[in-house]
């Protein structure tokens, strides 16, 4: 497939066959000349990158969630075959039916794993607040930072409702995914999406994106109550352009349930504000007046 200018593409993330090898990430820092990333251990999880950043284009997140035991529940007045939810098979199935799991289910725990990325908002902060245009919608409706103009301000840093983009320390600019933008030019797909072995991640037209999530969305919540489509209809940016299947709510990815883009209320803002500094004006003008009128 060769990216067409003028159609919006994007990324479709399946969380549900991620196995956390972080190739996604290797690739994105091969392709990017992304520095190193020598985070170590975070103490409270297996995942040693920690979150996006301007060195983590790419950030596989490794979510332990516990689930409920299959047996002892009979102590608490619930019946001892209570389903498990979203336990892992022993046979090593992803994402098996809610009951098929087994006392041995990896101690009570499972492992979320979502590869997270910039979502290419339709309406970006980003690129509202940037004083210096360095931050455009590029062809393929994808948010792109030019490096050689960028003045290192860091609005855009406060600004993403999404905590994606950041500023480096070696070079003072800002620095996030750029879907790629000069392999889009030339014809091939992200790297990322390129090297992912399981085609967890998926790159292509945002509006076949959505309906193939769609598709498996409804094949997965028959055993995933709780499964659900994120970044479609975030109504607070417009829609993104990275979609995620996950099993759980967004808040246990660390992705904000609601985000918003902070300018989205700047006309009412500077309303009020106008209004404020009337009432203010009146104030000290009608003060004034019955100074005036007491002196007489």
């Known amino acids: 497939m060769v990216p067409a200018a003028g159609r919006r593409y994007g990324f479709f993330t399946d969380t549900t066959v991620c196995i956390g090898c972080k190739a996604c990430e290797v690739a994105c820092k091969e392709w990017n000349a992304v520095p190193d990333h020598l985070g170590g251990f975070t103490g409270h999880s297996y995942d040693n990158t920690g979150e996006l950043g301007a060195n983590a284009w790419r950030h596989v997140a490794f979510v332990e969630q516990p689930v409920s035991p299959t047996v002892g529940l009979e102590w608490f007045d619930q019946p001892p075959d209570v389903a498990v939810q979203g336990a892992i098979d022993p046979s090593g199935e992803?994402?098996?039916?809610?009951?098929?799991?087994?006392?041995?289910?990896?101690?009570?725990?499972?492992?979320?794993?979502?590869?997270?990325?910039?979502?290419?908002?339709?309406?970006?902060?980003?690129?509202?607040?940037?004083?210096?245009?360095?931050?455009?919608?590029?062809?393929?409706d994808s948010v792109v930072v030019q490096d050689d103009i960028c003045n290192g301000c860091g609005y855009c840093v406060t600004a993403c409702p999404f905590g994606v983009i950041e500023r480096r320390e070696s070079d003072g600019g800002a620095h996030k995914c750029t879907l790629c933008y000069d392999r889009l030019k030339s014809g091939t797909q992200p790297a990322c999406a390129q090297s992912c072995p399981t085609d967890s991640i998926q790159f292509g037209p945002l509006d076949e994106l959505i309906e193939r999530a769609e598709n498996r969305l409804a094949r997965v919540s028959e055993y995933e109550p709780k499964a659900q489509l994120y970044g479609r209809d975030e109504e607070g940016v417009a829609g993104t352009g990275a979609l995620f299947l996950l099993l759980d709510d967004p808040e246990h990815y660390r992705l904000p349930p609601d985000p918003v883009t902070p300018t989205r209320n700047l006309g009412q803002m500077w309303r009020w504000a106008g209004i404020a500094a009337a009432a203010l004006a009146t104030g000290v003008l009608a003060s004034v007046g019955a100074g005036g009128a007491g002196g007489r």
């Open 94 to 140: 992803v994402g098996q039916p809610p009951g098929t799991g087994t006392e041995g289910d990896v101690g009570g725990i499972r492992l979320l794993m979502s590869s997270d990325v910039c979502k290419h908002c339709t309406s970006a902060a980003c690129v509202e607040v940037c004083p210096t245009g360095a931050l455009f919608y590029t062809e393929f």
